[in-house]
């Protein structure tokens, strides 16, 4: 009998992505989107309450944030559409039905390259269409053991986005690149928050198995509630190991959906999909067919910021930074406007400027993301003026501040947003540049440590390293390196 390993099979992913979209109203009624933080069905009328004789009115700039999306993930955009009644029974859903998009969604057809082990690799999106979000349910616990369900018909109605992949992901690293790649998208051209603990950025994938060389695809099993790009990563590895295992030991793979566990790191099935669902659409007759001109999509396209990887790929032509850096700075649109901000402060140009332009980096990605993440702040709301980053700049460049009251001073900037001069002046933070200033301290030095002196005049250059640290002990920290040495070595050498 030949063993089966895991070489001979390949996974085969899929993602369906659900976002919320930027709009100040819901899809199809007039009431705010903003039910984040209301108080439980406090932003519902009749038509998201599904009310008998109500009729829904298509929101604009929903369908505009959808054409956006699509332009940016090289979809063509659909010059007719329509929208569908979608029909399943659930309590979160009171019409008994779902106005979403079937056949005729607004986007189709489009890609995206992401960056995964090394590589470059290029994922088809199927299709981006427009939906209704439903209502949402609490799930509770009776004091007698009996459980219920309470109902906040707040979020039903909100315009939701789905952007379907093609299944060309084989590993989950690739479907984490996937997914953060879109999310970045997304939050650069300002659809949506996607913030994924507050459910406006949700995932679902579909992963399956098969032979390696087989066109064939393996029966395909749904993850659901992942709230994280970890939690996706795990639960497809875990997914992908569980699968692996029923093919090696002969058994069947069943079609179904599954939820991912986070705190126990394992799926669990939820129901069989073995059967196709009948959602029995049809066109929405309360909705007219919506036609999507050229005029319009060009008006859209007109809007769209640069993208990330344009944007990558012009940090390292521009100024002249890694390709790790540059990835870093565009991962977040107000991190690289903060960057050009900053360097827009004191035009510069040619060497000088990609020079300045490496410094900022590396006080944005070290300094500057230390901060952020231990205060648990954005970028959006810091203190510190771009103006104030260059004068720090400055006065390193000038010897007023080592590398060390630097930082120091660059973390009372965070706090405080004053200026650095402002802090070191305040402070006393100030490093001796003066020779004559720094002569008095190196004579204690010399006078205090006759045994280094001596190694010196043997010939052991390393001695004057020590007699260095000394001078900087006496002036605490505040002198000059380059100056004590250059100090040192002309008094060491008149002692010869």
């Given at each position: 009998m030949m063993m089966v390993t895991?070489?001979?099979?390949?996974l085969v992913i899929g993602l369906e992505v659900h976002s919320q979209l930027l709009t100040k109203s819901k899809m199809f009624c007039s009431c705010a989107s903003d039910y984040q933080d209301a108080p439980p069905n406090t932003r519902v009328c009749p038509v998201c309450m599904g009310m008998?004789?109500?009729?829904?009115?298509i929101n604009e700039k929903a369908v505009e944030l959808v054409i956006a999306t699509g332009l940016a993930l090289n979809c063509s955009i659909s010059r007719y559409t329509k929208f569908d009644r979608k029909n399943y029974p659930y309590p979160d859903l009171m019409k008994g039905y779902q106005?979403?998009?079937?056949?005729?969604?607004?986007?189709?057809?489009g890609n995206l390259t992401v960056e995964a082990g090394g590589q470059d690799k290029r994922i088809g999106v199927t299709r981006v269409h427009l939906e209704e979000d439903v209502a949402k349910l609490?799930?509770?616990?009776?004091a007698d053991g009996e459980g219920y369900s309470l109902m906040d018909i707040n979020r039903s109605g909100v315009p939701l986005m789905e952007i379907v992949s093609e299944p060309d992901m084989r590993t989950a690293e690739e479907a984490k690149a996937y997914l953060t790649t879109l999310h970045t998208i997304l939050r650069y051209i300002g659809v949506s928050t996607g913030n994924m603990e507050e459910g406006s950025f949700r995932c679902d994938a579909n992963i399956s198995i098969r032979p390696k060389g087989s066109p064939k695809f393996g029966n395909k099993v749904e993850v659901k509630n992942m709230n994280s790009f970890r939690s996706v990563f795990n639960a497809l590895g875990y997914e992908a190991e569980r699968q692996m295992k029923l093919a090696w030991a002969g058994e069947r793979i069943a079609q179904e959906t599954r939820g991912w566990v986070d705190d126990k790191g394992i799926t669990v099935s939820q129901r069989s999909k073995e059967a196709a669902h009948d959602y029995r659409y049809f066109p929405e007759p309360d909705l007219p067919p919506l036609f999507i001109e050229a005029a319009w999509v060009d008006r859209v396209k007109a809007t769209l910021p640069e993208l990330p990887q344009a944007k990558q790929e012009r940090f390292e032509s521009q100024y002249g930074?890694?390709?790790?850096?540059?990835?870093?700075?565009?991962?977040?649109?107000?991190t690289a406007d903060y960057f050009e901000t900053v360097l827009k402060v004191r035009p510069l140009t040619g060497e000088a400027y990609r020079q300045t332009a490496k410094a900022v980096s590396n006080w944005m990605l070290g300094e500057l993301t230390r901060l952020l993440n231990a205060t648990g702040q954005d970028i959006g709301s810091i203190k510190i003026g771009p103006e104030h980053v260059i004068d720090l700049l400055d006065m390193i460049e000038a010897g007023t501040l080592n590398t060390s009251m630097a930082k120091t001073v660059f973390e009372e900037m965070f706090n405080s947003g004053k200026s650095p001069k402002q802090i070191a002046e305040a402070s006393g933070m100030v490093q001796i540049t003066d020779?004559?200033?720094?002569?008095k301290a190196a004579d204690e030095a010399i006078a205090a440590n006759a045994k280094a002196v001596e190694d010196y005049r043997k010939g052991k250059d390393t001695a004057i390293r020590f007699l260095v640290g000394q001078v900087m002990k006496v002036t605490k920290g505040k002198a000059n390196p380059q100056v004590v040495t250059t100090v040192l070595k002309d008094k060491l050498d008149a002692l010869k």
């Open positions: 895991a070489t001979d099979y390949e008998p004789g109500v009729l829904p009115v106005i979403s998009q079937y056949d005729l969604p607004i986007a189709l057809g609490m799930h509770q616990g009776g930074l890694s390709a790790y850096d540059a990835r870093l700075l565009t991962v977040s649109r107000p020779a004559g200033a720094v002569s």
